[in-house]
C-alpha cells in the first residue's frame, strides 16, 4: 500500500463503540495485559484483530498529532450505559479533547454534507449513528473509528457523499502503518 502523509487521519471521532472499547480493554491496550479466554471480544470474529490494531494506533498516536473527538452525543450514549466509571472515564478523554480545540482552527463545516446526513439516503443508519456522524462532520472531522461490523459496509457510500472515512481499527491501522515509524 502506498501511503501519504496527507492520507493519514487526524482528527479521528471515536465511536462509542471504540470509546467502550478503549475503557474495557485499556490494561490490554496500554499495559499488554492478557486477555481472558471467555472475553467478549472474542465473540466477533476480526475483535482480536481490531483490538491488536487499536494498541497499535495507541502507541503511535503517544506521539501523533491525533485528536479525539467526542461530542455532546456522545455522553448520551455513555450516561445510557449507567457504569459511572466509563462516565468518568469519557470525561477524562474529553479533557484532551477540548485541549486539541483550543489550539485549532474552528472547522470549515460542509453544509452539503449536513443536509445529506439528514437526507433519506440516510435512512439505514441508526438515530445514534446518524447523530454522532452529523457531529463528526460539524467537528470537521477526517475519520470516525468504530469497533462496529456494520457500519464499515457503508463506508464506500458515506465517504463519497459526506467526506468523512468510515475506519475499523484495522482499516485506520492500513492507513498509517506505512508512516507509524515517523512517530515512534
Known amino acids: 500500500m502506498n501511503s501519504k502523509f496527507e492520507d493519514i487521519p487526524r482528527r479521528i471521532f471515536l465511536d462509542s463503540s471504540a470509546l467502550q472499547t478503549l475503557q474495557t480493554y485499556g490494561g490490554f491496550l496500554y499495559e499488554n495485559e492478557p486477555l ?5 471480544i472474542r465473540r466477533d470474529p476480526k475483535g482480536i484483530l481490531k483490538l491488536e490494531a487499536l494498541r497499535l494506533i495507541m502507541q503511535v498516536a503517544e506521539r501523533a498529532p491525533f485528536e479525539f473527538a467526542l461530542s455532546n ?7 445510557d450505559r449507567g457504569d459511572s466509571g466509563y462516565l468518568q472515564w469519557a ?3 474529553l479533557d484532551h ?12 463545516v460542509s453544509s452539503t454534507a449536513l443536509a445529506a446526513i439528514s437526507s433519506d439516503s440516510y435512512d439505514y443508519l441508526g438515530a445514534g449513528d446518524r447523530a454522532l ?11 470516525f473509528l468504530t469497533m462496529e461490523n456494520k457500519l464499515p ?5 458515506i465517504e463519497r457523499t459526506l467526506g468523512i472515512r468510515i475506519l475499523s481499527p484495522i482499516e485506520m491501522w492500513d492507513c498509517i502503518r506505512p508512516l507509524a515509524a515517523l512517530f515512534r
Open 133 to 143: 456522524l452529523k457531529d463528526a462532520i460539524v467537528l470537521g472531522c477526517d475519520a
Open 91 to 93: 470525561h477524562d478523554v
Open 97 to 108: 479533547w477540548m485541549a486539541c480545540l483550543e489550539g485549532s482552527e474552528k472547522p470549515c
Open 153 to 157: 459496509k457503508n463506508a464506500g457510500h
Open 73 to 79: 452525543n456522545s455522553f448520551v450514549e455513555v450516561r
Open 36 to 40: 481472558l479466554r471467555e472475553d467478549r
